[in-house]
């Protein structure tokens, strides 16, 4: 069971620096030699569902054929030197960066402590709790190596009057989200069986 759990953990944190290596390699036009933030990126479009703004012009279509609803999905290289969605990009480098490491340790050491003390019976939870942790390890090996998080993912839409385009992120990003959601399930799930239990039991 341990062996399926480390290789879920090392195959989320390849394909996430697999990915944003990628990125990097395709995407990233120029790029300053020392100002980490003096840089240049290119974005290729994926697909769009529905006809957007961006996919009419790149298909030779008018003004009129872009539908009321529509989302574009592209590949991109942004750096975030902060946190999710750009935040504390604006605070001191040295402060930035200690907070960062300091607040990584605390939840990767809290997320080892409830995976080897959960129940061996709760699979569930403990994936969901391994897909976290690589995917703020994938995010901590950037800031290291580089001082900035390599985002590549972009999406653009606009559904019942509403446009937006969200914050570019990356794969480590995906992992967190996604751990977080199963984690949430897990425990949702425990809860109903622990009622299913009490339920029965009196009954009994």
Known sequence: MWAGYVLL?????????TSKFHAESSFLVWSHESDIRGYRGSKQHVFTLGVSPAAAREQGLTAAQVTPAWLDFHL?????????????????????????????????GIITYLLVTSH???????????????????????????????????FHWKIFGWE???PVFNWADVAINVGLLLLVLDIALTE?????????????
């Open 9 to 17: 953990f090392l195959s989320t944190l390849l394909f996430d620096q």
């Open 120 to 154: 061996p019976g709760q699979r569930l939870g403990r994936a969901a709790l391994v897909v976290i942790l690589a995917g703020a390890a994938g995010n901590l090996i950037d800031r290291i190596a580089l001082r900035y998080v390599i985002d590549w993912i972009q």
């Open 76 to 108: 991109t290289y942004v750096r975030n030197p902060g946190a999710a969605w750009g935040s504390f990009a604006q605070v001191a480098e040295s402060t930035r960066f200690m907070l960062f490491y300091i607040v990584t340790a605390l939840v990767g």
């Open 192 to 204: 109903v069986a622990i009622a299913r239990r009490n339920r029965l039991r009196s009954q009994h």
């Open 164 to 166: 937006y385009s969200f």
